[in-house]
């Protein structure tokens, strides 16, 4: 039976408003995280929010996050570089997560822009080599993984490379096709998963299952369990992927080994 890795994406910027289950406070995001690694779930993706539900990247609210986690569960955590400054994206960084969110490139999402120069990726890529922190390289494009291939290729990159192909508003569309090519694109012997948003979220992550890779779901990506009704918590949806892993014949991997399948000591 294959194991899967099975992330859950605590919040993002999905709003209260569009759901009112979406974790704002560390309090809330930490015992989400639990409640969902109870439920199945390998890794935690996590965003700091701050009261109002708006993004923030100071160490020492991940921080505060990851010691409650810690406290209650041995799931793997994954912090977001997705800020929007260099600086916010290198800040995560000095609480040393067990993985970070490394975009190679530039895009589109949503409503936004992403900016990521070549000069700041490398910085980035280097600053979580030297703390020994996995990237999940996020990719957008296959543009993204041509500048990943150069970044394995320099030694910034441990073997082997963990990949989250990112379908969402804004950028690439979410098709079998689309997701064949970019697996087809990766190094040998990657680690992958996918992600979809909206509509989208559970196919992809069904898609990525019977395709070879890992799955990930969560209110970041999607604020709905079924059709017009919403999610009462992140550990329900977990609950639903890791259903319909077991009706594939999958098993989820433990976060333990999850952390041995991604090489992370």
């Not at 923030?56 to 810690?70: G, N």
């Not at 993985?99 to 992403?114: F, H």
């Not at 969560?218 to 259903?243: H, P, T």
Request: aromatic letters at 4%; glycine letters at 8%; one cysteine or more.
């Amino acid at each position: 039976m294959r194991k899967v890795i099975l992330t859950v994406a605590i919040c993002g910027e999905t709003t209260k408003e569009q759901n009112p289950n979406v974790p704002y406070t560390p309090k809330e995001i930490a015992e989400s995280a639990i409640e969902a690694g109870n439920t199945g779930a390998s890794i935690a993706h996590i965003h700091a929010r701050d009261k109002q539900g708006h993004l923030m990247f100071a160490a020492s609210v991940y921080s505060k996050i990851l010691k409650q986690i810690r406290s209650e569960s041995d799931i793997v955590i994954n912090c977001t570089t997705g800020g929007n400054t260099f600086k916010e994206k290198i800040d995560v960084l000095k609480i040393n997560p067990e993985i970070a969110t490394l975009n190679c490139g530039s895009a589109n999402l949503r409503k936004k822009v992403m900016i990521n120069t070549p000069e700041e990726i490398e910085k980035t890529a280097r600053e979580m080599h030297d703390r020994g922190i996995k990237p999940e390289i996020m990719i957008h494009s296959q543009g993204f993984v041509k500048n990943a291939r150069e970044l394995i290729y320099q030694g910034l990159i441990e073997i082997p490379p963990l990949f989250n192909i990112f379908f969402a508003s804004g950028g690439m569309e979410m098709t079998t096709r689309n997701l064949v090519y970019l697996v087809d694109s990766l190094p040998e012997g990657s680690i992958w998963t996918a992600t979809g948003s909206g509509d989208d979220a559970i196919l992809t992550a069904v898609l990525a299952l019977v395709t070879g890779g890992h799955a990930r779901i969560g209110l970041e990506d999607c604020v709905y369990i079924g059709k017009n009704k919403l999610a009462e918590s992140n550990a329900q949806l977990v609950s639903k992927v890791v259903k319909l892993a077991e009706e594939l014949g999958l098993e989820i991997a433990s976060p333990d080994e999850a952390r041995k399948m991604l090489g992370i000591n």
